[in-house]
C-alpha cells in the first residue's frame, strides 16, 4: 500500500523537475546592444530581409518594425519581441526571419554570455515620384541596424 507521504514526496518531486531553470532564463537584466550585429565579429552571420507581406505589397503599404531578442552563447534566440512597429502587418515577417538567419554556421565561442540586441527592418515599395530613400527617411522605429525589404511597384499592360 503506498502511503500519503509517498505520494506527497513524489509529487514533490515531479513539480520541482518541472520548474528547472532550462527555459526560465531571466534575461530582463540585459541591456540592449543597438547594433551590435553591425560589428565584424558577425560577418559570418547570413541575415536577409524579411519577407513583405503580400497584401501589404499590394496595397503598398510601408513601414518598419523593430524586433528585439536575446541571443545566447549557443546562438539561441531567446525573448524574441516586437519593441515598434508602425504597421503591424510587418511584425510576424519580421520575427520569423530573424529564426531562419543562418545562426548555426557561426564560429563556437563568439560569445560567453547572452546578449540583447534589436534589428530594425523597413518595408517600402517603390513607386514614381517617391523613392523608397524618402519614404524610410520619415519612418519612426528605433534601431540603427536596419534590414529593408524594398519593392517596386509593376504595371500590367
Known amino acids: 500500500m503506498i502511503s500519503k ?19 526560465k532564463t531571466d534575461y530582463s537584466g540585459l541591456i540592449v546592444s543597438d547594433g551590435e550585429l553591425l ?7 547570413k541575415r536577409f530581409s524579411a519577407r513583405y507581406p503580400l497584401a501589404s505589397a499590394k496595397a503598398s503599404k510601408s513601414g518598419c518594425v523593430t524586433v528585439e531578442y536575446v541571443i545566447t552563447p549557443e546562438y539561441k534566440i531567446k525573448n524574441l519581441v516586437v519593441t515598434d512597429a508602425s504597421n503591424k502587418d510587418f511584425s510576424r515577417n519580421s520575427k520569423d526571419v530573424i529564426l531562419k538567419w543562418k ?5 563556437k565561442g563568439l560569445l560567453s554570455s547572452a546578449i540583447k540586441t534589436q534589428t530594425r527592418f523597413d518595408f517600402c515599395v517603390e513607386s514614381e515620384g517617391q523613392p523608397c530613400a524618402e519614404v524610410i527617411a520619415h519612418f519612426s522605429c528605433a534601431g540603427t541596424d536596419i534590414i529593408s525589404s524594398i519593392g517596386t511597384k509593376i504595371r500590367r499592360r
Open 5 to 23: 507521504y509517498s505520494i506527497v514526496i513524489s509529487l514533490l518531486i515531479l513539480s520541482g523537475c518541472m520548474s528547472t531553470p532550462e527555459n
Open 39 to 45: 560589428k565584424g565579429k558577425w560577418k559570418s552571420l
Open 103 to 107: 545562426w548555426s554556421e557561426i564560429s
